[in-house]
Antibody, heavy 121, light 107 residues
Framework: EVQLLDSGGGLVQPGGSLRLSCAAS????????MSWVRQAPGKGLEWVSS????????YYADSVKGRFTISKDKSKNTLYLHMNSLRAEDTAVYYC??????????????WGQGTLVTVSS | EIVLTQSPATLSLSPGERATLSCRAS??????LAWYQQKPGQAPRLLIY???DRATGIPARFSGSGSGTDFTLSISSLEPEDFAVYYC?????????FGQGTKLEIK
């Protein structure tokens, strides 16, 4: 059974940093791309970042490029999102999501439960 | 960036009725479009991928159609558990984008 467990959210001041984690199980982690998708309070879904199965290729939304870094630790079956220079507009529930196929182009078939990041002074 | 525009923003229907939701892309995405359902406090769930293929475990009352720029999600006979927010999403281009959502509410 595929399971994704998001963690690491919390309250952080503007300009601060945070690292989100997503512990994965139930599938071959190194074969599937993984992504982060966020949802601001009361708003819709926004794709944030994706990383290839092997971890060599990454993509970022313009809104986070240069501030966020996605990575995978294949030995720990864990996905990370390192967030720097946080802004109030980064406040959201962050979901990790698994690719639905072994491909460079995919949808998101399994999602974590989400972790809330609040950026406020 | 491909912009996905969903309509209507809110759809009010009764159980047993048919629901038709629309998603229009700012440029062609071929058939590379998915639909997700999200209930309050829950993560999204993949319903339809590649415009018309049902994901694993999705009931047959959900169907998708369309290609290019115009897509439709249909729910043939609404069950109480179908009232939720629905999002479309494209995998044709980076950045991946979602529509703004359609809220399906009980009339």
């Amino acid at each position: 059974e595929v399971q994704l467990l998001d963690s690491g959210g919390g309250l952080v001041q503007p300009g601060g940093s945070l690292r989100l984690s997503c512990a994965a199980s139930g599938f071959t982690f190194s074969s599937y791309a993984m992504s982060w998708v966020r949802q601001a309070p009361g708003k819709g879904l926004e794709w944030v970042s994706s990383i290839s199965g092997g971890g060599s290729t990454t993509y970022y939304a313009d809104s986070v490029k240069g501030r966020f870094t996605i990575s995978k630790d294949k030995s720990k079956n864990t996905l990370y999102l390192h967030m720097n220079s946080l802004r109030a507009e980064d406040t959201a529930v962050y979901y990790c999501a698994k690719a639905d196929r072994i491909s460079s182009s995919y949808y998101f078939d399994f999602w974590g439960q989400g972790t809330l990041v609040t950026v406020s002074s | 960036e491909i912009v996905l525009t969903q309509s209507p923003a809110t759809l009010s229907l009764s159980p047993g009725e048919r629901a038709t939701l629309s998603c229009r892309a700012s440029q062609s995405v071929n058939s590379f479009l998915a639909w997700y359902q999200q209930k309050p406090g829950q993560a999204p769930r993949l319903l339809i991928y590649d415009a018309s293929d049902r994901a694993t475990g999705i009931p047959a009352r959900f169907s998708g159609s369309g290609s290019g720029t115009d897509f439709t999600l249909s729910i043939s006979s609404l069950e109480p558990e179908d009232f939720a927010v629905y999002y479309c999403q494209q995998r044709s281009n980076w950045p991946r984008t979602f529509g703004q959502g359609t809220k399906l509410e009980i009339k």
